[in-house]
Structures are given as structure tokens and as C-alpha cells.
């Protein structure tokens, strides 16, 4: 999925728990939304900070469905507030991992 349609499609997707997210949608939103706070950084950094917050909206389920993808349940995403650093690595592996068919 291009990048522009992975980053609208997570927006428009917000608050839709159900369902899947392949490793693509994913990975392609993650790189748009470095990039657009990158480069409100450079405008804003309020403009910049709002943003990370409001990114939480879209990230939040689109990383619910990614587990979801992967065959693993939404409270893996828990591992992070638990485990700060080893719980965020953990969550790389796992959002890296190839989709389970069915």
C-alpha cells in the first residue's frame, strides 16, 4: 500500500478495532508519521508536539490490528507501560513479523 493511502486509511480507520493490519500498513504509516513530524518540527515545535498527541488516535488501533494480524492479543501492547525498553524492542519483533493467513 503506497504511503499517503496507509497514513489516510490508519486516520480514517481511527477507531476501528476490528479487523487487520497487514505489516505494510503498518510500517508505511509509521515512516509518513516520522515524517510529518519532522517536518512540523522544522515549522512548529507546539504544531510538532500537538501532533505526537493527537497520533496516538490512529496509532492506537492500528497496532491492535496489527497484533491482531500476527495472531497475538491486544495486551502485548501492555509489555511497553511494564517494560519500557525491553517491552518497546519486544513490540518491533513483533509488529516485524509476517501476517498469519486466515
Known amino acids: 500500500m503506497p504511503l499517503i ?23 508505511w504509516f509509521v515512516l509518513a508519521d516520522i515524517i510529518v513530524i519532522t517536518v512540523l518540527s522544522f515549522i512548529s515545535k507546539p504544531l510538532a508536539s500537538l501532533y505526537s498527541i493527537a497520533q496516538i488516535v490512529p496509532h492506537l488501533p492500528l497496532a491492535i490490528r496489527r497484533l ?8 502485548w501492547l501492555l509489555l511497553q507501560v511494564v517494560l519500557p525498553i525491553i517491552g518497546s524492542i519486544w513490540l518491533i519483533v513483533l509488529f516485524c513479523q509476517p501476517s498469519i493467513p486466515g
Open 68 to 75: 491482531r494480524d500476527i495472531g497475538k492479543q491486544w495486551t
Open 5 to 27: 493511502k496507509s497514513f489516510t486509511s490508519a486516520w480514517n480507520r481511527s477507531f476501528d478495532y476490528g479487523g487487520k493490519s497487514t505489516r505494510a500498513d503498518y510500517w
